[in-house]
């Protein structure tokens, strides 16, 4: 069974500092996204990856940046975290050359205080 | 505007109803996927499709992607369906995007 696993599942953030989500996936899938959910908006791509070393900004990237230094692991980081980034943040993988079914993790649940 | 459209944004059933769900895109797209996401805020994957119809026990979903767009009929609706339904839609060399969601109630 494809794995992704987010951590943390919950964080409470001030304004102003430094957040790192954090996404693992076994499946050895080249693909990996970050998504964001709020009311009304369904799911938001902020920055996606093709692999190792790659970073590729999505629809919403400003206020975030990613990291993907392995196949495995691939993390968005909030350089100065803002209210308006409170959200439900999914990380997914999916494969690169035959069908791209997305694996999601559990999500992130993010407030910024 | 939104590369991918979907209706409608909310939908109430009895138990035992059909119904159908839609994604209209802004561009051809080279595949579909359809999700539901349970009251835990779970995704869990109802369908991939590149073409055609598939189904899966009371779901069957459709993806035209000539005419740009994507159905999802339920049929029989059980309680433990409700949920929001979303598809995700991903054109050559380019990430899936997502619709805004369909809440979906079903009653006794």
């Known amino acids: 069974e494809a794995a992704v696993t987010q951590s943390p599942r919950n964080k409470v953030a001030v304004t102003g500092g430094k957040v790192t989500l954090s996404c693992n996936q076994t499946n050895n899938h080249n693909n990996m996204y970050w998504y964001r959910q709020d009311t009304g908006h369904g799911l938001r791509l902020i920055h996606y990856?093709?692999?190792?070393?790659?970073?590729e900004k999505g629809d919403i990237p400003d206020g975030y940046k990613a990291s993907r230094p392995s196949q495995e692991n691939f993390s968005l980081i909030l350089e100065l975290a803002t209210p308006s980034q409170t959200s439900v943040y999914f990380c997914?993988?999916?494969?690169?050359?035959?069908?791209?079914?997305?694996?999601f993790g559990a999500g992130t649940r993010l407030s910024v205080l | 505007g939104m590369p991918v459209e979907q209706n409608p944004p909310a939908l109430s059933l009895y138990e035992g109803a059909d119904s159908g769900l839609r994604c209209n895109f802004s561009t051809t797209m080279k595949s579909v996927q359809w999700f539901q996401q349970n009251h835990r805020g779970r995704l869990i994957t109802l369908f991939y499709l590149a073409q055609g119809t598939k189904e899966n026990g009371r779901l069957k979903s459709t993806f035209n992607s000539k005419e740009r767009y994507s159905t999802l009929h339920i049929k029989d609706a059980q309680l433990e369906d409700s949920g929001t339904y979303f598809c995700?839609?991903?054109?050559?060399?380019?990430?899936?995007?997502f619709g805004a969601g369909t809440k979906l109630t079903v009653k006794p």
């Open positions: 990856s093709y692999g190792a070393g790659s970073t």
């Open positions: 997914a993988s999916g494969e690169a050359y035959s069908q791209n079914t997305l694996y």
């Open positions: 995700a839609a991903e054109a050559n060399n380019n990430a899936p995007r």
